[in-house]
């Protein structure tokens, strides 16, 4: 580096480290959205390698040390286990949508409600408060297992847990700010085999988590909406319901990601989702489902009361025929739609099941 | 409150609640930062399709149902039925009870949110910009509304 | 991309198109109306089950109405009644969230942080909520337009420190993450700290990597990992963990960032150092927090900490042994290669002064038996070879 070399040599300098760097020149530019992500992919910072050999943490597009340890305990390391086009963009909406539960929530506008509703919404609400634990703890752990040269994706999950943490906060303050407490929470979110927590590879926790589990949720923060009895609970599922749909999006776009570029692995994704559609109605993770403290509680809410409950529960399953369907096009969306073609996919088994 | 009461559906009822939304920095806080979307109002036969970048919404143009194929989701109802949604967003300065927008959704049967395309991620992004849609609509109250 | 050239094909494609949202319009009000009439006559259809109600009235504690305050419906307002008794140990390795009642049947989690005194700080709710309300956005809250060419070897020398910010940052999200679903869901504040914090972390990751990217410059050499090593390889116990993060990494990026936003060269600059430091020093907080909480609770912590913050500083010293990080912030500070003899490097010495200042009165405040002599000479002024 002839043009930077000092001209004062009282302090012996090495400067070697100039002359290692990634790709000089690098002028990214901000625009409409300010400086983005996708806004500083360019050049050799664009480039996301298939395989990742990085082990020591560095940063993509830096000047590898030869003599750094191999510190990263990374098992994500191949680009499809992992990535999606949009990750970027997710990431920037993520930032930029959002909120607090202590002041976006205009909670002077809860009122006392009568004892059974407000059983009902408590116990959805401990309900919702156990669940996304399960969806805070899970993505992260599996960012210290990702590579950092697929940042870009791990800054979503990270995205996500924040949310996650949020929704646990937001339903906790939701059961004890209106007259009434937490409730009994169901024991059933975890350990067992095809459950989100155990599963081994990325994408097979992304099916269950992002797609049937997410997904479903999601239904219900947007039914939440709709059953909510004052503004504080409408804007609480609405602002959840956003979040919760940027998850969902994560898994759509990363499956859809895996099913073209790891076309070998489709059939092994389809088993994953053999099990999440078993588990569609049944799994406790779904409150629209057959267990019955979730199930009831949300006929309840939905119906408007004890005495309206039979409405409630009508009300209940249109909703999870929708659940269903909505799961259904995400899915085809995700590129794996030929399970509704060809047999495999047990949903219309499971819709008739939802009426019952 | 504009002073000149402007038609629902026209352009220019769109475009003056485009300005209220985009000027007010109350619509882009609490959940409701940068949305990158195309979104299509079907009112009755009259299409228009509101083009969101960033902060603002860029965009209206009305359009044929074609246009409809473009945009990420469009939200359809009978002109009566958004006249009451906007009746109700008059009298309240926002959406409340059954009048927001996911409620209105649910309760359709058909919902109010679709697309031509089908393609559920795309669709997935009324939810995901949810609370700015609202808000646009919600920015409404502020204009003089007049129907048919 | 298909190029329509030829007229005629256009319009087929747009007749086309024309007559699949025809289609699709009618099939959507012949679906509705199919659908309604479905609805009507599955109305009867549907079996309504007996309620069993059987979970209804089950709850540790009924009626507690917590009011938002002025800063809203805080999370540390909600521990009132059984729902803020936070008990020494939680047993429970399953979700079940403080104050609620537990499921009799569930599996257990593979959760071993189980005792407050291995993860508590009485401030971690406040952090939470003051997280929230601090959020910033590295792409619209910076005013990224300021930045302006700077001379060559200035330019190199921000470049390389942020490429080795941005390695400290990705450490301190694999130390959160590694560790969060270890934690017993019992103390659930720090869990939703830290999940602001690793969020944090991701910010800071961004924020360094678009100012290397957006001035003509690039990314740098990779950092020396001896410190990030420390602290991913502290897996048996989150407190010694923290405590080489706290003295070891935290403040001393801190220290850094503090003495960057006074030697910035714009203001897009200045408002990343400064917005950094605030998450740096949430952090920070809730490490010393935790020291103190744990290190009360259970004396003979402080035996485990102070190992961990010698071994810490022995790997920050073979870091420093490296020149690069010192000849980029030398230069930074002094304004130019040429400054680095001037200002440049008693201003980095003068930094580390300033660290060490600060982590001996920090071991002074956690009544940690630490004096400057006991530490390596690189850190104490008189003895420090330049």
Request: glycine share 8%.
């Amino acid at each position: 580096m002839a043009e930077v070399a000092p001209q004062n040599q009282n302090v012996d300098m090495d400067l070697e480290w100039m002359d290692k760097t990634g790709s000089w020149d690098t002028n990214a530019e901000p625009g409409r959205n300010g400086l983005t992500l996708a806004d500083i992919q360019i050049g050799d910072y664009g480039e996301i390698p298939d395989y990742s050999r990085n082990l020591s943490g560095r940063p993509r597009g830096s000047a590898p040390r030869p003599d750094s340890m191999r510190l990263g305990n990374y098992t994500v390391r191949e680009k499809s286990e992992i990535w999606m086009d949009n990750a970027s963009f997710l990431y920037e909406e993520a930032l930029q949508r959002q909120w607090s539960s202590a002041t976006d929530v205009p909670w002077e506008t809860i009122e006392p409600l009568p004892d059974d509703v407000e059983q009902a919404q408590c116990q959805m609400a401990t309900f919702l408060t156990e669940v996304e634990f399960v969806a805070g703890d899970v993505p992260s752990r599996w960012v210290a297992k990702t590579s950092p040269d697929f940042f870009e994706a791990r800054q979503v999950l990270l995205a996500q847990v924040n949310d996650e943490s949020r929704h646990m906060d937001v339903f906790r303050k939701r059961a004890l700010a209106n007259g009434g407490g937490l409730m009994r929470s169901t024991g059933s979110t975890a350990g067992f085999v095809g459950g989100i927590d155990l599963s081994r590879d990325f994408t097979e926790m992304s099916s269950r988590l992002h797609i049937s589990g997410e997904g479903a949720v999601l239904t219900i923060f947007r039914m939440g909406e709709l059953m909510a009895y004052n503004d504080a609970e409408k804007t609480i599922y609405r602002l959840c319901a956003q979040d919760e749909a940027r998850h969902v999006a994560f898994g759509v776009m990363h499956m859809r990601y895996m099913s073209e570029h790891a076309p070998e692995r489709r059939d092994e994704i389809h088993s994953y989702l053999d099990e999440a559609e078993g588990g569609l109605l049944t799994s406790a993770a779904n409150p629209a489902g057959t267990l019955n403290q979730t199930s009831e509680s949300l006929a309840i809410l939905l119906g408007g009361g004890i005495k309206k409950f039979d409405e409630g529960w009508r009300k209940l399953v249109a909703i999870r025929r929708r659940q269903l369907m909505e799961y259904k096009k995400r899915v085809i969306s995700a590129g794996f739609g030929e399970r509704f073609e060809n047999g495999r996919s047990r949903l219309t088994e499971i819709m008739e099941q939802a009426a019952a | 409150m504009s002073r000149a009461k402007l038609s629902f559906p026209s352009v220019e009822w769109f475009n003056a609640v485009r300005k209220e939304f985009n000027t007010d920095e109350e619509f882009h806080r609490r959940g409701a930062g940068h949305c990158n979307c195309v979104a299509g109002v079907k009112v009755g036969d009259d299409v228009f399709v509101l083009t969101f970048e960033g902060q603002e919404c860029t965009s209206v143009e009305q359009s044929g149902e074609l246009a409809l194929a473009d945009a990420d989701f469009y939200m359809s109802m009978d002109a009566v039925d958004w006249q009451e949604m906007l009746a109700n967003i008059s009298k309240h300065g926002h959406a409340v009870g059954d009048y927001t927008l996911n409620t209105l959704d649910l309760n359709r049967f058909d919902g109010l949110a679709t697309s031509v395309h089908g393609d559920q991620f795309r669709e997935d992004m009324f939810f995901r910009f949810n609370q700015t849609l609202q808000f646009f609509f919600d920015a409404s109250s502020r204009i003089d509304t007049r129907f048919g | 991309m298909v190029v329509l050239d030829s007229p005629r094909l256009w319009n087929r494609l747009q007749r086309k198109l024309a007559k699949k949202v025809k289609k699709k319009t009618e099939e959507s009000t012949s679906t509705h109306v199919k659908q309604l009439k479905n609805f009507e006559a599955k109305k009867e259809e549907i079996e309504i089950p007996e309620p069993r109600l059987n979970w209804m009235g089950i709850t540790r504690e009924w009626g507690v109405k917590v009011l938002p305050g002025e800063k809203g419906l805080t999370l540390g307002s909600l521990n009132v009644g059984v729902y803020g008794e936070i008990p020494t140990t939680w047993s429970d390795r399953g979700r079940n969230p403080r104050g609620a009642i537990a499921s009799g049947a569930r599996l257990p989690l593979a959760i071993s942080v189980q005792d407050k005194a291995d993860l508590w700080a009485n401030s971690a709710a406040t952090l939470y909520e003051e997280a929230i309300q601090r959020r910033w956005i590295p792409a619209t809250d910076i005013p990224w337009d300021q930045l302006a060419p700077l001379p060559d070897d200035i330019e190199h020398a921000i470049c390389q420190v942020c490429t080795e910010l941005m390695q400290y940052a990705n450490t301190d999200i694999e130390v959160i993450t590694n560790w969060q679903h270890k934690m017993a869901y019992g103390y659930h504040e720090v869990k939703q700290y830290l999940a602001t914090a690793s969020f944090d972390g991701a910010r800071r990751y961004e924020a360094f990597r678009k100012r290397a990217l957006s001035n003509g410059g690039g990314l740098g050499l990779e950092s020396t990992c001896q410190v990030n090593r420390v602290l991913l390889e502290s897996t048996g116990g989150w407190t010694e963990t923290v405590a080489t993060w706290v003295f070891n990494r935290l403040l001393f990026a801190l220290t850094i960032c503090r003495y960057l936003e006074r030697f910035a060269y714009n203001e897009a600059e200045i408002k990343l150092y400064q917005y950094v430091g605030q998450d740096l020093a949430r952090i920070l907080s809730y490490g010393i927090d935790h020291l103190h909480y744990a290190m009360n609770a259970d004396p003979e912590k402080r035996a485990s900490v102070g190992i961990s913050i010698t071994i810490g500083d022995a790997f920050l010293v073979r870091d420093l042994r490296d020149p690069v990080l010192k000849e980029a912030l030398s230069i930074i500070f002094g304004a130019g290669i040429n400054g680095v003899n001037k200002d440049g490097l008693d201003t980095f010495y003068e930094m580390l002064d300033t660290y060490v200042k600060e982590y001996l009165e920090l071991c002074a405040w956690l009544k940690l038996d630490r004096k400057l002599e006991q530490m390596p000479t690189i850190f104490q002024a008189d003895k420090r070879k330049r």
